[in-house]
């Protein structure tokens, strides 16, 4: 009884020191695993995380990784369950919330890695393939996105259907974007042939395709970037 007693109390000094560094001064000088050290904290009552932490920062190759690893992912590594992966869960539910609020406020979509912030939270982690696109008036401003739910192929991606939710809004651009569930964004032919027959279509209705994006819930391929686009 006194060894656990002794035990926990080292734990709740240790997870009192962790948070009082981070009031202090952030996260400066903070390794990456504990930052998920402390996030596992949240949801786990008098118990040292950092093992689960460390593991995690290796599975996952990093911070980020672990960040966007969904919670079937996370309770992979051992001792880590829905309970503790709790601080995890939240701060991804909180980044989507305000990465989305964001673009809701008028922020201007001038990059790829911007437009996949948005999309990863709004389609990257969903189990089926979902087919978006992102409204743009001329200053780059996001005035309405539509997704859809189906696999994205030149034979079922009709450019009257894409473009209709461009022309009623008014869009000068339009974004294309899909997700992979497979977690490898590598565009497939199809994929490069829908693109090049959407960016036609556009050109001939005066709103141009300014992007494709392949998401997953951790990167994604710019099909502009790739050269499929030239604009």
Excluded: W
């Excluded at 007693?5 to 001064?25: D, I, P, T, Y």
């Excluded at 964001?102 to 979509?109: A, D, E, F, M, P």
């Excluded at 948005?118 to 089926?128: P, S, T």
Aim: hydrophobic share 40%; glycine share 8%.
């Amino acid at each position: 009884m006194a060894a656990a007693a002794v035990k926990m109390n080292k734990n709740e000094g240790h997870r009192k020191r962790l948070r009082e560094r981070f009031l202090q001064s952030g996260l400066d000088g903070f390794l990456d695993y504990e930052i998920i050290e402390l996030l596992l904290t949240l949801g786990t009552p008098r118990k040292d995380c950092k093992q689960e932490a460390k593991l995690a920062i290796g599975k996952f190759k990093g911070l980020n990784g672990v960040l966007d690893a969904t919670l079937e992912e996370l309770q992979q590594i051992k001792g880590i369950g829905p309970s503790n992966a709790f601080g995890i869960k939240l701060i991804q539910a909180v980044s989507g919330r305000y990465a989305c609020e964001n673009i809701s406020n008028g922020v201007s979509l001038d990059s790829p890695q911007l437009i996949f912030e948005y999309l990863k939270q709004r389609i990257g982690k969903e189990k089926k393939e979902h087919f978006t696109i992102l409204c743009i008036d001329t200053r780059n401003k996001l005035i309405v996105d539509d997704v859809s739910v189906g696999t994205l192929n030149a034979s079922l991606v009709h450019p009257r259907e894409v473009f209709k939710r461009a022309v009623l809004n008014n869009a000068a651009h339009v974004v294309i974007a899909h997700n992979h569930p497979s977690g490898d964004p590598t565009p497939s032919a199809d994929d490069v042939i829908t693109t090049r027959r959407l960016v036609e279509a556009g050109k001939i209705l005066g709103i141009s395709v300014i992007d494709h994006l392949i998401v997953t819930h951790s990167e994604y391929i710019s099909l502009k970037e790739k050269g499929v686009i030239n604009n």
